[in-house]
């Protein structure tokens, strides 16, 4: 039976003794690896966190870890804090409320967590002490030390009956353990010794034999290097009795090995006949694009022998077929701009193309370069501290080749806000003469208006013709205004203003970006529609094109990129709801229309395809990203379903046996989503 994976991390940076220094790693310690060793897809670890407590709960948490284990769990405990050594010699873990002169009351003792770990069920311990024990020290640094200790001498080996345990340290008993951060920087970050933990784990880069899986060994290895690349005077030591290999966490870095080809394929791939290889080159085309990953590589190693060996002609098809996998990224640069000192913006890298040219790992060239895998590509975000340009490179490796994603910008200061300066009292008015007035300045000196996307311009003149035949239509659907109230011309006026509005959208700064794209296209999207006279079609075409023209300045705009995520927020829960509702009122309308009559059969299908396409923009509109974007798209949705959800009143027969309960049900709800759209702008306008 396996065992559950409990860690406990104990990080202590405050200290209410003026004479322990306090410390700022722990906290961004205990915060890196709280949240890699409870990633799912990494570690599975239970995860518990003591910070800045005293020293009676953290002996009580420590002890409840180890006494409520079993013998299958996999346990492991982080200390982050100042180590301190009494008179005689004994190590102590500063807590809180701990005074160095009295020692044995107010901190932790190294002697009481061994007697746990002897005590424990559990075969599987691992302990890491980021504490500093004596030793060199470089101007600048802050140190986590108080005298000299031998970290290790305090955890001796035997007494376990049998069981694995590990201990590793920050560094030796001669050396300080350096939190990596020069004293006059408040921007605090872990330390050298769990920023390399942390590192090593989240990226993968511990698994050093690459077979998916990071072994304790491996991480004291990466460990060691890592931590001795950043500081020379710091040397991680450890004390590891197992028995067996213990796995701490998954790896993405896993080698894949290929799959051979089938006989008969290698045999076309080598066959004297030229045109026999040639259909070889295509049915290898074809299993490089496989998910199966072996599979794609074993096609790719005999396409690239065929690159380099055959006669010209076959060795041009391989290579177009091989060139289909290779590594890409979008973008190819990241260009930040100006950044500020201090914040830490973020960027994303996609790898594009089949499953084998997205089985890649992210290096980054420099420290400050912060590499997270995710699906389909990385977040890079930027740790800077220093004012000036950057310039660094995320090398992305895969089976199928390599590339350099470069990064640049600037560091600048946080521009300073100066007070406003108070006024001044007015003196008396003093007659004088009227001043000459000053020349107006040419035309050229004045600056001008920022100009207008085309496509937006094109956008909104598309959506106020569609209007215009709205406008034009609607009036003589009637003879009379009594018929034009009757027959349903009037329906035709809401869905006129939204357009008027949508194209006004289009033309304003602060809305044309991207409430005006949206609110086009989720009106477009109901406009698609067969339904009412035919003359309606121009209308409806001059929409869609509105709607084309929307898009194509959205993917102009390079300020920001119109993405997919996951719904947030109860305003965009409530809108999928009624959305949903609507939707589903619609479907029960046309069950009923169905069942009374087939004549009735064409009116239904509107109804199911009305249903059908507010559901879609519901949808979509609630995955949308930016969320301007996707609130204005809501508003079209909600808008054009209202206007034909009243157009479908004039489908209901005039029998007592059609309830029109569905139609009722479509209504409210396209209100209510209206209503909750209106809020959720409301919402959005504030926080600009």
């Not at 290895?221 to 966490?249: H, K």
């Not at 991207?514 to 009412?532: E, K, Q, R, W």
């Not at 206007?643 to 479908?648: E, P, T």
Request: net charge negative.
């Amino acid at each position: 039976m396996t065992g559950e994976r409990r860690a406990l991390i104990i990080a202590n940076g405050e200290y209410d003794n003026p004479g322990l220094s306090a410390l700022r790693s722990p906290a961004a310690d205990a915060e890196a690896l709280a949240e890699v060793l409870a990633d799912r897809n990494i570690s599975e670890f239970d995860v518990q966190v003591v910070r800045d407590e005293t020293a009676h709960v953290i002996a009580s948490r420590v002890e409840d870890l180890f006494a409520d284990s079993a013998p299958d769990d996999v346990l492991l405990v982080h200390f982050s804090c100042h180590g301190l050594k009494s008179e005689s010699g004994e190590l102590f873990f500063a807590a809180r409320n701990t005074r160095p002169e009295r020692l044995a009351s107010s901190a932790v003792p190294a002697d009481f967590v061994q007697r746990c770990l002897r005590m424990s069920r559990s075969r599987s311990i691992v302990l890491l002490l980021d504490c500093c024990y004596g030793g060199a020290f470089s101007q600048g640094v802050a140190v986590r030390a108080s005298g000299e200790a031998g970290v290790l001498d305090a955890f001796p080996g035997g007494g376990f009956g049998g069981r694995g345990r590990a201990v590793i340290t920050a560094s030796n008993s001669i050396e300080y353990a350096f939190e990596g951060d020069h004293l006059a920087d408040d921007h605090a970050r872990p330390s050298v010794f769990t920023s390399a933990l942390v590192d090593g784990l989240r990226t993968g880069d511990a698994d050093r034999d690459e077979d998916g899986w990071i072994a304790l060994s491996e991480l004291y290895d990466y460990l060691f290097d890592s931590v001795r690349e950043r500081n020379p005077n710091q040397t991680p030591s450890r004390d590891i009795e197992m028995q067996g290999e213990l796995y701490l966490a998954r790896s993405r870095r896993r080698r894949i090995k290929p799959s051979p080809v089938p006989a008969d394929l290698r045999a076309a791939s080598e066959d004297p006949n030229m045109f026999t290889r040639l259909g070889a080159v295509t049915e290898l085309q074809r299993r490089l694009m496989s998910e199966n990953l072996s599979v794609a590589i074993g096609a790719h190693e005999v396409l690239t022998t065929m690159a380099q060996n055959d006669i010209q002609h076959i060795a041009d098809a391989a290579g177009v077929a091989r060139e289909e996998a290779r590594v890409r990224t979008e973008p190819e640069v990241l260009r930040f701009g100006q950044v500020i000192r201090g914040s830490r913006p973020e960027a994303r890298i996609r790898l594009t193309g089949p499953p084998i040219a997205r089985a890649c790992r992210f290096a980054a060239s420099h420290s400050w370069l912060q590499v997270t895998e995710a699906a389909d590509g990385a977040e890079v975000s930027l740790d800077l501290a220093e004012v000036g340009p950057f310039d660094g490179r995320v090398t992305v490796t895969g089976p199928t080749g390599e590339v350099e994603v470069r990064v640049e910008g600037e560091v600048i200061q946080e521009p300073e806000t100066r007070p406003a300066p108070e006024p001044e009292p007015e003196p008396a008015p003093v007659p004088e003469p009227e001043p000459a007035r000053r020349p107006t300045p040419p035309a050229e000196t004045v600056p001008s208006r920022t100009k207008r996307d085309p496509f937006a311009v094109a956008a909104a003149l598309f959506a106020f013709l569609s209007a215009v035949y709205l406008v034009i239509i609607a009036f003589p659907l009637s003879s009379s205004v009594e018929d034009f109230f009757e027959d349903g011309g009037w329906t035709i006026i809401p869905l006129g203003a939204l357009a008027i509005g949508a194209g006004i959208a289009m033309l304003t700064p602060k809305t044309r970006r991207m409430t005006g794209p949206g609110l086009v296209c989720g009106l477009a999207l109901l406009s698609m529609i067969p339904f009412g006279p035919v003359v309606l079609a121009v209308a409806d075409g001059c929409l869609l094109v509105a709607a084309v023209c929307a898009l194509v300045s959205v993917l102009r705009d390079r300020s920001f990129r119109l993405e997919v995520g996951k719904p947030q927020g109860a305003l965009t829960v409530a809108a999928l709801v009624s959305g949903i509702c609507a939707s589903l009122g619609l479907v029960i309308q046309a069950a009923e229309l169905f069942g009374y009559s087939s004549s009735r059969a064409d009116e239904g299908a509107i109804c199911v395809m009305v249903a059908v396409v507010l559901l879609i923009g519901t949808v979509l509109g609630a995955f949308l990203r930016p969320v301007a974007f996707a609130v204005a798209f809501h508003g079209g949705v909600s808008g054009g379903g209202f206007a034909m959800v009243c157009a479908l009143f004039y489908a209901l027969p005039s029998s007592s046996s059609v309830t029109g309960a569905g139609w009722g049900i479509a209504l409210s709800m396209t209100i209510t989503f209206t209503l909750v759209v209106a809020f959720a702008a409301r919402k959005a306008s504030a926080k600009n």
